[in-house]
């Protein structure tokens, strides 16, 4: 039986998950904290939602998916119920595997995870990392639950907040550029629907050449700058504003975030 605790979005993407990948729903117990969610989460899912402490009680794997700032709440609740010989897979961005490990009693394996988003496409990016107490087997068996959903890496704990500002936050980053380029194409008098159409298209293009050609994307992308042209006029003005530095700073200000996440 796998718990997932605090049934948001991001553990509601991976409860779907789960099923698609060939859990049963009798597999999967959820919970919530306002009764109208569980009822969705029911009906939308057919899982069990319980309570905290009953939905610890009886899962050998817990998935902890409250935010940061409500993980030490629910870890005081469930730390009774959470015996040595269950798994607990946090997904909170900032929680590092000590945090939650000083919170429960006895020595808990405990592995973090940074997924993100895409998990609902099946095509996540997870990166995972064991606490103290957690073996090779308590890693396999993380890797085995969020395989079927996408990609699965794993990664030095040292390392978690410098991939939730890359892969965590990641897609949105990429939904951000195209709503900027949709509106550039709006400007030039596009309509949204169509200039939405192209973007898309390209962006999902350019993903597919990008993993599947094995290509730096800096060779891809001058194969697309002809010299003299179009291309190279927008590159141009991109390097004007600075978006190339404006990245690192965002995604550095994104990992510093992480890192004080677990503060509140
Ligand atoms: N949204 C995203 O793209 C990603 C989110 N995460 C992590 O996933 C976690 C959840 O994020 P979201 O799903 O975006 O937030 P969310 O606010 O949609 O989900 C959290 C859920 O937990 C529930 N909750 C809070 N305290 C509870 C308690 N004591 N018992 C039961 N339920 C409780 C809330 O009612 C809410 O439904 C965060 O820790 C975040 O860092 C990680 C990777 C990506
Ligand atoms: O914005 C956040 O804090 C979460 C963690 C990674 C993606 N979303």
Redo the contacts with the bound molecule.
Sequence with gaps: MIAI?????????LLSGLLRAGLRSEQIIA????PD?ADALRERYGVAVAD?AEAAKGAETLIL????Q??Q??LA?IAPYVPADRLVIS?????TTGFVESRLEGQVPVVRV????PVLVDEAMSVISAGSYASEEHLKRTEALLSPVGKVLRIPESQQDAA?ALS??G??YFFYLVEAMVDAGILLGMPRAAALDMVTQSIVGAAIMLRDSGEHPVILREAVTSPGGTTISAIAELERHRVRAAFLDAIEAARDRSRR?ASG
């Design positions: 605790l605090g049934t948001g979005k991001m553990g509601e993407a919970t919530a904290r306002r969610r905290n998916a409250v935010k940061p409500d993980m709440t629910l609740e997904v909170a961005a900032g929680i940074m997924s993100n988003t939730t965590g936050s897609p949105a996440l």
